[in-house]
């Protein structure tokens, strides 16, 4: 049986904590400040002054770490040292020069940390391949076994994210290695505290140079299953050889029991800080792909110690503009879960197609630059956490391939092991910052990291500056009005059973309650208050019964009681975007 709106709130009557914008920088495309072409952490630093602009309350910065140049680094997630500054990034005194600068704009970091690889050109792997003591056990080998024609083949079917077995052969130990994404990514033994203690330490040492917290790289991709069972097939035939990923049940290779301990450790590590520290889990993939993620990252928010936030493939996993049964569900689903807070709405990130263009493409255009408004909206009024990615603020599409990024320009691992149309380029193309300069101003070499698409010449920051009505300053107001609103901050939220396009909840808090109305569709509509809302909110938001909220295409309205922020005259409590 369906959930009443009172079964809903009653269980949803607490106070969400914590809830902050993010904003997702990617160093390699963000700013390049020596012209070699590479966005890098100076660059960072020099447009600090624009990040807090945005109004945001922290930053996390993608991988900057050692990493072996070309496919093989993952784009920074395969880790060769995870103390040390990759020279294409700068220096570790640039970094602890952006660290002092980043907290004198008030403005928190959180740092990337890849907790469940390396890349194979770390020491800790050199000597585990060579079986070195202590070490022989650092990360996940196997023998294993024979087949019919006594070939040897890996121990079991778990695949690769990234395409393929999740074994790869090693002649120095001769014996295969686990890795869920790149050859170049072996898996370390989490299983082991010892070798969780040498992460531990890793972060450790982060943390003591004052980093205020970490997003968590491939959470449920921590720990394995110690019996090396081979996982179901989701539609139960049984073998199978194909290439595609989510068609296994990851009943053993990911998700496993073990993560929630490790977590626990992970929080203590933190804790033990007398300043806060915060930690932002992926969690994006559950035992069905991405299909089933909420609950994997709810257990690793709300069990006892917990982690702060986790983002999950939820929202990110919409590949379309999204309908209003599916965006209601979504928000009913994601609250149960997370019926204290914790978890962490993005549209986007490095990883996806840029939601700009994802969600409107088939839109007519019209009415983009209003969808793409109505989704940084919607996303600042939902419960939890919102992080938003490098360019998101500027309505930015995907570049295409080839025409945006001609294919002797790819940069991406995915898109060599598994394929162009999984290319995840088009997401990292430089940030662009002056529309008359070369590349538009991302960087003064000729070779950029990645060519700068033509169509966002016209969206670069410099013009939109200019422009009072443009999205960059509207989701700037956005973002500072949502600081001042506790509903939006720490209330609950009650769905309200309005029929489609509309999508209408409410936000409480003890001090304010905010009716969020959002027209989801291209016809105008029309709300009525009274019959949606109790008589006490009816009063308490100066509605009377024949009250009729009329919405135009892609509208989105706010009104609240006991408004903690003075409003412009003219629109009251009531804010029409
Ligand atoms: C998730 C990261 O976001 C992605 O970019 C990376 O390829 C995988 N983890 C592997 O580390």
Request: charged share 25%; glycine share 6%; proline share 6%.
């Amino acid at each position: 049986m369906s959930k009443t709106r009172e079964d809903f709130s009653k269980a949803n009557m607490s106070e969400h904590t914590p809830s902050e914008v993010i904003y997702q920088i990617y160093p390699a495309s963000f700013f390049d400040s020596n012209s070699d072409g590479h966005g890098d952490l100076q660059g960072i630093i020099e447009k600090l002054g624009y990040i807090k602009t945005l109004g945001v309350d922290s930053i996390w910065i993608s991988p900057f770490f050692l990493s072996p140049s070309g496919p093989e680094g993952d784009g920074g997630y395969a880790v060769t040292d995870y103390r040390a500054v990759d020279p294409k990034f700068g220096t570790m005194q640039d970094f602890k020069d952006l660290l002092n600068k980043a907290h004198e704009n008030g403005l928190r970091v959180y740092t990337d940390f890849v907790l469940a690889h390396t890349a194979k050109d770390h020491d800790w792997f050199k000597k585990s391949r060579n079986r070195e003591e202590s070490y022989e056990d650092h990360y996940v080998w196997h023998d294993g076994k024979y087949d019919e024609n006594g070939n040897n083949i890996p121990p079991n079917n778990w695949k690769s994210v990234f395409g393929g077995r999740a074994w790869s052969w090693d002649d120095t130990r001769e014996q295969w290695y686990m890795h869920h994404f790149m050859p170049s990514q072996p898996a370390l033994n989490n299983n082991l505290e010892k070798v969780q203690d040498k992460v531990l330490a890793e972060m450790k040492f982060w943390l003591d140079m004052g980093v205020d917290g970490f997003r968590l790289d491939a959470l449920p991709f921590t720990n394995y299953d110690s019996d090396f069972r081979d996982n179901p097939w989701l539609d139960g035939q049984w073998p199978r050889d194909d290439e595609r990923w989510d068609d296994q049940y990851f009943a053993h290779s990911i998700c496993q029991p073990q993560t929630i301990e490790f977590i626990k450790r992970i929080k203590g590590l933190m804790d033990s800080y007398p300043n806060k520290k915060t930690t932002l889990g992926e969690a994006i993939s559950g035992p069905e792909g991405g299909r089933n993620s909420v609950p994997v990252a709810a257990s690793y928010v709300c069990e006892n110690n917990g982690l702060d936030m986790c983002y999950t493939e939820a929202l990110m996993s919409i590949r379309e503009y999204p309908d209003q049964p599916r965006v209601k569900g979504m928000i009913e689903y994601i609250e149960s879960h997370f019926p204290k807070g914790g978890n962490c709405n993005a549209a986007s990130n490095h990883d996806i197609p840029r939601s700009g263009s994802r969600m409107t493409n088939h839109m007519s255009e019209e009415h983009k630059d209003k969808i793409n408004r109505q989704l940084i909206t919607l996303f600042v009024t939902l419960p939890g956490s919102f992080c938003m990615y490098q360019g998101e603020e500027l309505g930015l599409e995907d570049a295409s391939i080839p025409d945006d990024i001609p294919l002797d320009k790819i940069k991406d691992a995915v898109a060599w092991s598994k394929g162009l149309e999984h290319c995840r380029d088009g997401a990292r193309t430089p940030m662009p910052w002056e529309s008359g300069q070369n590349h538009t101003g991302f960087t003064s070499s000729d070779d950029p990291y990645l060519p700068v698409p033509q169509k966002h010449i016209d969206n670069a920051v410099d013009m939109q500056e200019k422009d009072p009505n443009s999205i960059l300053n509207f989701t700037r107001k956005l973002i500072t009005w949502r600081k001042n609103q506790p509903a939006l901050i720490k209330g609950w939220t009650e769905t309200l059973n309005t029929p489609a396009p509309v999508l209408a909840f409410l936000r409480k808090s003890k001090e304010q309650t905010m009716l969020c109305l959002y027209n989801m569709g291209e016809q105008e509509h029309r709300f009525k208050p009274a019959d949606h809302l109790s008589e006490e909110e009816m009063k308490e938001l100066g509605y009377n019964t024949d009250t009729v909220i009329t919405l135009d295409a892609f509208d989105s309205v706010m009104k609240d009681i006991n408004p903690p922020v003075e409003r412009p005259s003219e629109a009251k409590n009531q804010l029409v975007l």
